[in-house]
């Protein structure tokens, strides 16, 4: 009795206890969901999420625990739970099917079905991860992934200053960031008055104190377009840790070339800054290099790395979090003994990001907006719509979760993410691998704020990092470097038809524009620049950014009647909302025309009383 109780089988390996683990919890999902009334099954709203328990899931989830592994004790059970994995999943996707008979997300069930299948059949793959040590390469490869390099950051620097000579970047986000930086040189503060319609630190919205990396560089050239290159220059830097991957990983000088090459053409990369500056753009180089950092076993790199990321953003300490997660629970597989160092690790930078995330979204509440929680009010059941009912969602309702990341209007998402990845990033069975996908499905398809899933918008930066670093490992695990080399090729190829089809048309009209009407926007600008430098002014979106080298500028859209009739100036676009009325406001209130451009522009100024 003894030793049935103190035994070494009491305490279940890490590979058994994660097994038991989620055949437990998707048993109490799957009993859950179904003790549901059918006509709250329906997977478009949360009317049944808000009737489903976490309390009984989370109870049934243990009891189920302690049941499988007290079989365990008496029988060999690991194929059996394997096969009941895949059999409980199969009954909960069939159920949640009738819940929600779309095609995507019948398709997306039966892939998730095919993923328990191949792991009831062959289980987890075991072996040594592949690492080699540092190889010579011939000088061709690292010299044409660095011309890759400067293409694509020529490219970048040709879309984005475009768009700043074309007038085309408006307030949000680019006029803030344009008069942000303008502060900082200024006062070392980051304020600007045109995030909220009144002065205040941006770091009351983001924490974003990463910004100040930039600001010598922009000391020496101040002006919105140095913030153009600066953007581009810090994602194509993401090219130099993933070469060092590949090289760690064991690929080959052209197989390294390749991956470069397709981490500049996949359109979530290169498309990202169509919408100009935002602090996500570091999050790619970052996290390579955190990532990096943990290929090496190298401490100080990785805690480098990860401080650096927490400093992006508010929410960039769920990327530190996974990736730390991801270390724990590899560290368990192979043997805590074996991995103490690796598991401490992952313990550290898990402890750390939580207690960071904690921290500054308490000062958000505190002292700023608080945490943009908005964007999830899909999961929000009842009034409820904080992250940790996110959180609470995907736990008692996982299928939710997946309903929600196959919505129609996320399949083009989806194609132009992982098609030209050949689907790389799931093909593996490590299965703990699959945990650097969280980010991808949290930030990018569980959300219902639109712009969080199109590739011409910022927040793709963060989850391409650990798309294309799964990528590159999964690969190293093919034995057969030609088989590499020709996915490689593939995958290349593939990104560049999409690089071509979807990214070039939209970047290539911006530059084209600023040349062929370069006399247009060069007298616009003038005529905005002839509004004195230290005159309050309120402007339409797209000139916000060309006058933003001031302390107090408003967006027309947003200010105050009481705001706007403290300025001094208002420039007024021909595509103002509302225009006649504006204009007529402005008269009433003492203001005359300063400065016209046929109907394109006209500057009002307020008469002295």
């Known amino acids: 009795m003894t030793r049935f109780l103190i035994g070494r089988r009491v305490f279940p390996k890490a590979a058994d206890g994660f097994r038991r683990l989620l055949l437990a919890w998707l048993n109490a999902v799957l009993l859950e969901y179904c003790l549901l009334p059918a006509f709250l099954r329906g997977l478009g709203d949360t009317s049944g999420l808000g009737e489903m328990s976490a309390v009984r899931v989370g109870i049934v989830t243990l009891l189920t625990f302690l049941a499988l592994h007290a079989l365990s004790l ?20 069939a159920a949640a099917v009738f819940g929600g008979p779309t095609l995507p997300f019948s398709i997306a069930c039966l892939l998730a079905v095919a993923a328990f299948a191949v792991y009831a059949i062959w289980g987890w793959n075991d072996r040594p991860e592949v690492t080699a040590e540092p190889k010579k390469v011939r000088k061709i490869w690292p010299i044409l992934t660095a011309v890759f390099a400067v293409l694509f950051f020529a490219f ?30 200024e006062t070392g503060l980051p304020l600007t008055t045109l995030e909220r319609s009144g002065l205040l630190s941006h770091f009351a919205v983001h924490v974003s104190p990463i910004y100040y990396l930039m600001l010598p560089v922009y000391c020496l050239f101040p002006a919105p377009a140095t913030l153009q290159v600066l953007q581009a220059a810090v994602i194509t830097s ?10 760690r990983r064991g690929l080959s000088g052209p197989q390294r070339m390749l991956l470069c090459l397709l981490l500049l053409l996949l359109p979530a990369f290169s498309g990202g800054t169509g919408y100009d500056l935002h602090e996500n753009c570091f999050l790619t180089p970052l996290i ?26 508010e929410d960039a300490a769920v990327y530190v979090a996974v990736i730390a997660l991801w270390l724990i629970v590899r560290s368990l597989l192979g043997g805590a003994r074996e991995n103490r160092r690796e598991l401490f690790l992952g313990a550290a930078m898990f402890g ?26 899909n999961f929000a059941a009842g009034d409820s719509a904080s992250l940790m009912a996110v959180v609470r969602a995907v736990f008692v309702h996982p299928m939710k979760a997946l309903f929600e990341c196959v919505d129609a209007e996320k399949l083009r998402y989806l194609a132009l993410t992982l098609l030209p990845l050949l689907g790389l990033p799931f093909l593996t069975r490590r299965y703990e691998r699959y945990l650097l996908l969280i980010p991808y499905l949290l930030v ?17 930066f963060g989850s391409t990092a650990l798309l294309i670093y799964l990528t590159a490992i999964n690969l190293a695990d093919l034995r057969k470097s030609w088989l590499r080399l020709a996915v490689l090729i593939t995958a290349a190829a593939t990104a560049a038809a999409f690089f071509g089809a979807v990214v070039v048309p939209k970047a290539i009209r911006y530059p084209t524009n600023a040349i062929r009407y370069r006399a247009y926007y060069s007298y616009v600008r003038d005529l905005l620049d002839r509004i004195p430098h230290d005159a309050p002014v309120a402007a ?50 003492g203001y005359t025309v300063y400065l016209t451009y046929e109907n394109v522009l006209t500057i009002y100024k307020k008469d002295a009383p």
Request: net charge positive; hydrophobic share 45%.
């Open 74 to 93: 008496k029988f060999r059970t690991q194929k059996a739970e394997r096969i009941a994995l895949a059999v409980v999943f199969l009954l909960l996707a």
């Open 156 to 185: 970048d620097c040709a879309w984005t200053l475009g768009r700043t000579a074309t007038l085309s970047s408006p307030t949000y986000d680019f006029g803030i960031f344009a008069q942000m930086f303008h502060s900082m040189k």
């Open 540 to 589: 339409s979106t797209f000139y916000t950014a060309e006058l933003s080298a001031r302390e107090i500028v408003y967006d027309l859209d947003y200010c105050s009647r009481k705001q706007l009739l403290e300025c001094e100036y208002v420039a007024v676009a021909s595509h103002q909302k509302d225009k006649e009325k504006t204009i007529r406001y402005l008269t009433t209130n």
């Open 288 to 313: 390579l290099w955190l990532l990096y950092g943990v290929e090496r076993k190298n401490i100080l790199l990785t805690a480098l790395a990860a401080g650096l990321t927490l400093l992006v953003k």
């Open 444 to 460: 990018n398809l569980m959300s219902d704020y639109a712009y969080q899933h199109d590739i011409f918008f910022q927040y793709g």
């Open 238 to 247: 993401a090219v130099v840790p993933l070469w060092l991957i590949g090289r």
């Open 352 to 377: 750390g990001a939580v207690l960071y995330f904690l921290l500054v979204t308490f000062l958000l509440a505190r002292f700023g907006d608080g945490v943009m929680t908005y964007r999830y009010r």
